[in-house]
């Protein structure tokens, strides 16, 4: 069963406009929602993260926002530049047995910024 | 920040063979994870490998299967055994950042078993 999900395999946006990828959750233990940035041949780079009791953390063009009660985020890129094209992964951190903080994680969002 | 060095980047090998990724980080960490992600899954966490310690394998990995080493705070390695073709996966070592969260990766280890 999948904990963390990103229904949207790919996403296509012109350059300049807004980028917005979702994931859903349905695990309420998680305390820290986490986006990485994938480009090929090359593994995962920590891009943001968000708090489980706050709703908002921007940082630059990314802002990644919560919605606990509808068990939702997003992550915003604003304006999208055709250097964002990656694999954008979700992933929701639990403390595991013996308090050891381990990370579940979506199946990527491809997005495609078009020049 | 932190550099993890993954070794080798890619292979093919025969099944029932054996191959052993290598892990290396510039800097010492306390903990390093192996990380597996089979076509059109998500990462899924092998095992943390501590320094001096065995490892801590998660649910549904074995070591028999995925012997780690991690004779020092800067080096680490996963051995897939006795590979059959549902062992094809990219492999991805990482590290944490102060913060507790996974934060540096390698660039993976795309294995073929045929």
């Known amino acids: 069963d999948q904990q963390v999900k990103q229904n949207s395999p790919s996403l296509s946006v012109q350059e300049g406009r807004i980028s917005i990828l979702n994931c859903d959750y349905t695990?309420?233990?998680?305390?820290?929602f986490l986006w990485y940035k994938k480009y090929p041949a090359e593994g995962p780079t920590f891009l943001i993260s968000?708090?489980?009791i706050k709703d908002k953390n921007e940082d630059g063009r990314f802002t990644v926002f919560l919605n606990k009660s509808a068990k939702h985020l997003s992550l915003h890129i604003v304006p999208s530049q055709p250097g964002d094209s990656a694999v954008y992964f979700c992933a929701a951190r639990t403390i595991n047995a013996g308090n050891n903080r381990k990370l579940i994680w979506g199946l990527g969002t491809s997005l495609a910024v078009n020049p | 920040s932190a550099v993890i060095s993954q070794k080798p980047s890619r292979d093919i090998c025969q099944r029932g063979t054996s191959l052993t990724i290598q892990c290396q980080v510039d800097?010492?960490?306390?903990?390093m994870f192996w990380y597996r992600q089979q076509p059109g899954q998500s990462l899924t966490l092998i095992a943390t490998a501590n320094q001096g310690s065995e490892a801590t394998y998660e649910s549904g990995f074995v070591i028999d299967k995925f012997p780690i080493s991690r004779p020092n705070l800067t080096f680490s390695t996963l051995t897939v055994s006795n590979m059959s073709p549902e062992d094809s996966s990219i492999y991805l070592c990482?590290?944490?950042?102060?913060?507790?969260?996974?934060?540096?990766f390698g660039q993976g280890t795309r294995l073929t078993v045929v």
């Open positions: 990482s590290v944490r950042a102060g913060g507790n969260t996974e934060a540096f």
């Open positions: 695990n309420s233990m998680f305390d820290y």
């Open positions: 968000i708090s489980s």
């Open positions: 800097s010492q960490v306390t903990m």
